[in-house]
């Protein structure tokens, strides 16, 4: 919802810009419509489109490296979960509570990726990813080998846990708002700039809207891929489904 709030406030911003300054131009009195005026304005809009063509471009780069942080860390997440699936199987049948919770997690972690909901950050899901290291901690080695894999399993946990709140804290976007604000502002002002003079006829205006509609269609893009876990561009939940298959096997 943010995202789209955020794309619909530029939307109406670049028109207001760009059609407004269109319709006031000759409401300014005439010292001001000079075509001297016209130049300044022109090279300083100029100025402008350099400066927000840097910032889309960072800000598109930004959006890209989290996502496809994310991505791997799912990927990555998925394969520990499995790996330590593989050990429980190998250390027998003790762990079979803990592997019936540790595919229930995996269950209400892939449907809620699904959902688009901010997928292993639920209390519910917590406790029950903490259960299993319960499970695991409460294992009594009966021998030598035993011991061996029991540390095994819980060095493996661990590393898990640490993933999943790594994936936590990076479901939220990492774009600040006052960049988001300023880009807004700067290209308010090329529009403006872009309106001034522009001649009063239906192709311009269709121009004005068609662009006003395909840079805040930009913006939104850019903002729903900096958040993996929501909106129209998601992390694929495949990974944790592959890791539901193997562990049902």
Do not use: C
Not at 5 to 12: A, G, R, T
Not at 39 to 46: E, M, P
């Amino acid at each position: 919802m943010r995202d789209f709030v955020i794309s619909v406030s530029v939307l109406v911003a670049l028109l207001a810009a760009s059609l407004g300054s269109r319709v006031l131009y000759n409401r300014i009195p005439e010292r001001h419509r000079v075509e001297e005026t016209e130049h300044v304005v022109r090279n300083l809009a100029g100025i402008f489109v350099v400066l927000a063509s840097l910032v889309l471009s960072l800000m598109i780069n930004s959006a890209r490296n989290t996502f496809d942080g994310v991505d791997k860390a799912v990927h990555a997440y998925a394969t520990e979960i499995i790996l330590l699936d593989r050990v429980m199987r190998q250390y027998g049948t003790e762990t079979a509570p803990a592997r019936q919770r540790l595919l229930a997690y995996l269950q209400q972690a892939a449907a809620r990726m699904g959902q688009s909901d901010p997928i292993l950050g639920s209390r519910r899901a917590e406790g029950m990813l903490s259960a299993v290291g319960n499970d695991l901690r409460d294992l009594k080695p009966a021998d030598a080998e035993h011991v061996a894999l029991k540390q095994r399993l819980e060095r493996r946990f661990e590393t898990i846990y640490e993933m999943r709140w790594g994936l936590v804290e990076q479901s939220e976007g990492t774009i600040p708002m006052p960049l988001i604000v300023m880009l807004a502002t700067w290209l308010a002002l090329i529009f403006a700039a872009f309106g001034y003079r522009a001649p009063r006829n239906v192709v311009v205006a269709v121009t004005f809207v068609m662009s006003s509609v395909v840079i805040a269609a930009a913006i939104y893009l850019i903002l729903d891929m900096d958040v993996p876990f929501d909106g129209t561009i998601q992390v694929s939940p495949e990974p944790l489904m592959r890791a539901i298959a193997e562990l049902e096997k």
